[in-house]
């Protein structure tokens, strides 16, 4: 073995052996790493951020050299790739008019580097079949290290599965036999007795996102100001761990839509 193989072998078992964490650290230091070896689920009412979380972890785990894998069953690729470069360059790309030249430089630096780096982009579109998730299972068989898989949609990945609960089951196996953490959002309704402002259950769960249950650990988003009822909070997200994270309670961060992305709140 040359010495340049060696030092790759040692970055890699250093790699391998580092904690995954979501990267916003008033929750890591919480809740502690996202496990590997099994499903994680992120769950969250509609417009409380699942979406952009997940992309965040998929986006940190990045950056600290981990591969990581981001598969969408809601949007495609060339949305994903806008949100990533939005969350990194604090550019509104949604509002591409107001872009001057300057910003755009930045925006087309930062889209080369993500289009250069390891992080993997998967989405269901174009893919033929009721159940979109076997080609998912497919490309990620084909990826030899992986650390991270975030899936976002369990519900749509679940559609057309050949039998109740094998997408879940699935995931479950990947984690276990790669030694992979997985994360996967999940949709919630809300408690019609219980106003949005009160934190959600996991047993908000819609009926097709049912399996997800299972997860060993769980974050709920809870965004109590979605409708305006809570202006002090404008902004804010909680982040509730539920499970067998090393901690379980709730870290508040601040949700950036137009950047499409959490940040930690300012330490005062």
């Not at 780096?117 to 998912?136: E, M, Q, Y």
Request: glycine letters at 8%; aromatic letters at 6%; zero cysteines.
């Amino acid at each position: 073995m040359t010495a340049a193989a060696g030092t790759r072998e040692t970055t890699t078992r250093k790699l391998r052996s580092a904690e995954i964490a979501t990267g916003l650290s008033d929750f890591d230091a919480l809740a502690g790493p996202i496990p590997r070896q099994h499903v994680t689920v992120v769950a969250a009412r509609t417009s409380a951020g699942a979406t952009a979380f997940a992309l965040g972890v998929a986006r940190h785990n990045d950056e600290i050299g981990h591969q990581a894998a981001f598969a969408s069953f809601e949007s495609g690729t060339n949305t994903i790739m806008g949100n990533l470069v939005a969350a990194t360059t604090s550019v509104n790309t949604d509002r591409p008019l107001s872009i001057n030249p300057g910003r755009r430089a930045r925006i087309d630096r930062t889209r080369k580097a993500l289009e250069q780096s390891r992080l993997l982009l998967w989405s269901r579109a174009g893919k033929p079949g009721k159940w979109a998730f076997a080609h998912l299972m497919k490309q990620l068989a084909a990826q030899p290290e992986l650390d991270l898989v975030v899936m976002d949609g369990y519900s749509q990945a679940a559609y057309g599965e050949p039998s109740e609960g094998a997408t879940f089951a699935a995931l479950q196996r990947l984690a276990r036999e790669r030694d992979v953490a997985v994360l996967v959002t999940a949709h919630l309704t809300p408690d019609e007795d219980a106003p949005e402002t009160d934190p959600p259950a996991l047993s908000d769960l819609r009926l097709m996102e049912g399996p997800v249950a299972e997860a060993r650990n769980a974050v709920l988003l809870h965004r109590p100001d979605r409708n305006g009822a809570v202006p002090q909070r404008r902004g804010e997200v909680d982040l509730i761990a539920v499970g067998g994270w090393q901690d379980t309670g709730s870290a508040t961060v601040r949700f950036e839509p137009e950047y499409h992305r959490f940040v930690d709140l300012p330490n005062t």
